[in-house]
Nanobody, 121 residues
Framework: QVQLVESGGGLVQAGDLLRLSCAASGRAFISSHIGWFRQVSGKEREFVAAISGSGASTYYADSVKGRFTISRDYAKNTVYLQMNTLKPEDAAVYYC??????????????WGQGTQVTVSS
């Protein structure tokens, strides 16, 4: 089992950057694929980025490609989402999720509680 805790959200201006963290506990983290998703109130949760269990592979939603970077630090049991050149449409609650199943598409078995990102124009 994997427990996930997100942090790093906040209020920023358009064009700013922000780094989200997803701290994980549990032995399964080492082999789990981890993804970031986001959700706006009243809309479905959407995929943002994912990194494989080995850390060798990543993929992104088209809307964030070239602006966001996902990475993982095994020593810290943490996955990061570096978000650059933020846009108002990036505002959402961001969730990290862990899966031991398929990498693509990623369908997490475990979720964190989410962290709010607000982007002012």
């Amino acid at each position: 089992q994997v427990q996930l805790v997100e942090s790093g959200g906040g209020l920023v201006q358009a064009g700013d950057l922000l780094r989200l963290s997803c701290a994980a506990s549990g032995r399964a983290f080492i082999s789990s694929h981890i993804g970031w998703f986001r959700q706006v109130s009243g809309k479905e949760r959407e995929f943002v980025a994912a990194i494989s269990g080995s850390g060798a592979s990543t993929y992104y939603a088209d809307s964030v490609k070239g602006r966001f970077t996902i990475s993982r630090d095994y020593a810290k049991n943490t996955v990061y989402l570096q978000m650059n050149t933020l846009k108002p449409e990036d505002a959402a609650v961001y969730y990290c999720g862990a899966s031991n199943g398929y990498f693509r598409p990623l369908r997490p078995d475990y979720w964190g509680q989410g962290t709010q990102v607000t982007v002012s124009s």
